[in-house]
């Protein structure tokens, strides 16, 4: 099935500092979203993006809708230890009754005190 | 507000039993949707619904079935459970043609020994 290419598979960083991750594909979405899992925990949807070249703020969470419409970003600023979990980027190719979204594998962020 | 609920949250079950998965939603939600996630697999796409009293094949439906008897509610059954079903089991909603995003539950972890 189609691919969204999220990596590296993990990122360890130190509190307070910023973090990107992206989301790459080779076809076209006409929507992305930006999800974070906690352990134990079903996804939660952090950003939500609708146009290409969009950016959206969400707290110290930005997003941007990439302008090719393959790719989408997501900006974390001075992280905190509540930010440890799974990010998960998703897309939708098209709108209507039929479209689903496919999803990334997920970053693991850790946050070091 | 509940928003969405899934039952069980823990089951273990031995090859070749039967079970039925329940995810209720109390946003109105037309989309419901029922995903597995695997380690490194992210979610995938099992089966969804468009509304009541209809269903559709995702991504991996083999070895499962689902029905939409009310809108609220979206069941995922599993015949004779195989250990490749082992997984944790995530259910969404969302609304039809006017907001795309999903909201998950806190998943079912299943395990088939």
């Known amino acids: 099935g189609q691919q969204l290419n999220q990596s590296p598979q993990s990122m360890f960083i130190q509190e307070g500092e910023d973090v990107s991750m992206n989301c790459t594909s080779s076809?076209?979405?006409?929507?992305w979203l930006w999800y974070k899992q906690e352990p134990g925990e079903g996804p939660v949807l952090l950003i939500a993006?609708?146009?290409?070249?969009e950016l959206t703020s969400n707290g110290r969470l930005t997003a941007q809708f990439g302008i090719t419409r393959k790719d989408s970003f997501l900006n974390i600023s001075a992280s905190i230890p509540s930010d440890v979990g799974i990010y998960f980027c998703a897309g939708r190719k098209r709108n209507g009754a039929n479209s689903k979204l496919t999803f990334g594998k997920g970053i693991t962020l850790s946050v070091r005190p | 507000n509940a928003g969405v609920t899934q039952t069980p949250k823990f089951r273990v079950l031995k090859t070749g039993q039967s079970m039925t998965l329940l995810c209720a939603q109390d946003m109105n939600h037309e989309y419901m949707y029922w995903y597995r996630q695997d380690p490194g697999m992210g979610l995938r796409l099992i089966h969804y619904?468009?509304?009541?009293?209809?269903?559709a094949k995702g991504e991996v439906p083999d070895g499962y079935n689902v029905s939409r008897l009310k809108k609220q509610n979206f069941l995922l059954g599993l015949e004779s459970a195989a250990p490749s079903q082992t997984s944790v089991y995530f259910c969404?909603?969302?609304?039809?043609?006017?907001?795309?995003?999903?909201?998950f539950g806190d998943g079912t972890r299943l395990s088939i020994l």
């Open positions: 993006l609708y146009k290409a070249g």
């Open positions: 076809s076209i979405f006409n929507t």
């Open positions: 619904s468009v509304g009541e009293g209809t269903t």
């Open positions: 969404a909603s969302s609304w039809g043609t006017v907001m795309w995003a999903q909201h």
